[in-house]
């Protein structure tokens, strides 16, 4: 029992999801919808342009900053050289005269030195900075171009989902019409109309019988025939007349023609 219980609930779970699914397989053939579906593409596609465009102004502003901050630090760079240049003319001008050793004991020659020693040690790590900063401009530039192409691409889709848009719409909308025009058709021979056009045909048939024998019997017919050959007989007058006042009249008392004489003599002896 509880199985055909379930087995019911079912059907019509089965009948409302069929019924479910013609009316939105109804809803998806009617043009304005397709039309409104097409919008919600085309404003996914809009908004995923924006996002891209957005994303590829960032890294262009990245880009901007890396660029700045490398050119900041070839300039750090060429400071340190500079400063690194000063303290060995300065150390030099200190060790003028003196040996390695005295050179070595004189405090403002090792302040050169120590000087110099920490302005190497700031360019070596701006060179290090100085080219990660290269490579990440380069590849930040490469990844923009890329972007910036796919973007392009973006946007030719975009126009192409407006132009199918218009395309679709019209299709749906023939489509539509087209197959009611031929669901008219056909329901003439599956609705019962057929029979009904049948009968019909056989009432008007029926009713020019039933006017063609009423007319007999009420000798418009005849009156039409005897009209008929009156037209005919002064047609035939006219026509004779006019042969005869061309040719003459004819010669009534004229023999008869070799054609009526008998060929052969030996037909009239024969006995009756």
């Given at each position: 029992m509880f199985k055909a219980i379930g087995r019911f609930f079912k059907a019509i779970g089965y009948m409302l999801t069929g019924k479910i699914d013609a009316s939105a397989k109804g809803l998806n053939e009617n043009p304005a919808v397709v039309r409104a579906q097409f919008d919600e593409l085309i404003e996914k596609k809009r908004q995923s342009i924006k996002d891209v465009r957005n994303a590829v102004a960032g890294l262009i502003r990245n880009v901007e900053r890396k660029r700045s901050e490398l050119h900041n630090t070839n300039e750090e760079i060429e400071k340190k050289l500079r400063l690194m240049n000063g303290a060995k003319a300065m150390a030099a001008k200190l060790s003028k005269g003196k040996s390695r050793e005295e050179a070595q004991a004189d405090p403002e020659f090792i302040k050169c030195m120590k000087a110099?020693?920490?302005?190497?040690s700031s360019l070596e790590l701006l060179e290090q900075r100085k080219e990660g900063l290269e490579q990440d401009v380069e590849q930040s530039e490469k990844d923009s171009k890329g972007y910036e192409i796919q973007l392009q691409g973006m946007h030719r889709d975009l126009q192409e989902l407006v132009d199918e848009r218009e395309r679709s719409v019209a299709d749906v909308a023939m489509a539509r019409e087209t197959r009611a025009a031929n669901e008219a058709v056909?329901?003439?021979?599956?609705?019962?109309?057929?029979?009904?056009?049948?009968?019909?045909?056989?009432?008007?048939?029926?009713?020019?019988?039933?006017?063609?024998?009423?007319?007999?019997?009420?000798?418009?017919?005849?009156?039409?025939?005897?009209?008929e050959f009156l037209e005919m007989a002064g047609s035939m007058e006219a026509e004779s007349e006019f042969l005869d006042d061309i040719f003459g009249e004819p010669d009534v008392s004229a023999p008869e023609t070799a054609a009526s004489t008998p060929d052969d003599p030996q037909k009239e002896n024969l006995p009756e």
């Amino acid at each position: 029992m509880f199985k055909a219980i379930g087995r019911f609930f079912k059907a019509i779970g089965y009948m409302l999801t069929g019924k479910i699914d013609a009316s939105a397989k109804g809803l998806n053939e009617n043009p304005a919808v397709v039309r409104a579906q097409f919008d919600e593409l085309i404003e996914k596609k809009r908004q995923s342009i924006k996002d891209v465009r957005n994303a590829v102004a960032g890294l262009i502003r990245n880009v901007e900053r890396k660029r700045s901050e490398l050119h900041n630090t070839n300039e750090e760079i060429e400071k340190k050289l500079r400063l690194m240049n000063g303290a060995k003319a300065m150390a030099a001008k200190l060790s003028k005269g003196k040996s390695r050793e005295e050179a070595q004991a004189d405090p403002e020659f090792i302040k050169c030195m120590k000087a110099y020693q920490d302005f190497k040690s700031s360019l070596e790590l701006l060179e290090q900075r100085k080219e990660g900063l290269e490579q990440d401009v380069e590849q930040s530039e490469k990844d923009s171009k890329g972007y910036e192409i796919q973007l392009q691409g973006m946007h030719r889709d975009l126009q192409e989902l407006v132009d199918e848009r218009e395309r679709s719409v019209a299709d749906v909308a023939m489509a539509r019409e087209t197959r009611a025009a031929n669901e008219a058709v056909a329901g003439i021979a599956n609705d019962g109309t057929a029979e009904e056009l049948q009968r019909l045909r056989e009432t008007v048939s029926q009713a020019k019988a039933e006017a063609k024998v009423t007319s007999r019997l009420a000798g418009t017919d005849v009156a039409l025939q005897e009209s008929e050959f009156l037209e005919m007989a002064g047609s035939m007058e006219a026509e004779s007349e006019f042969l005869d006042d061309i040719f003459g009249e004819p010669d009534v008392s004229a023999p008869e023609t070799a054609a009526s004489t008998p060929d052969d003599p030996q037909k009239e002896n024969l006995p009756e």
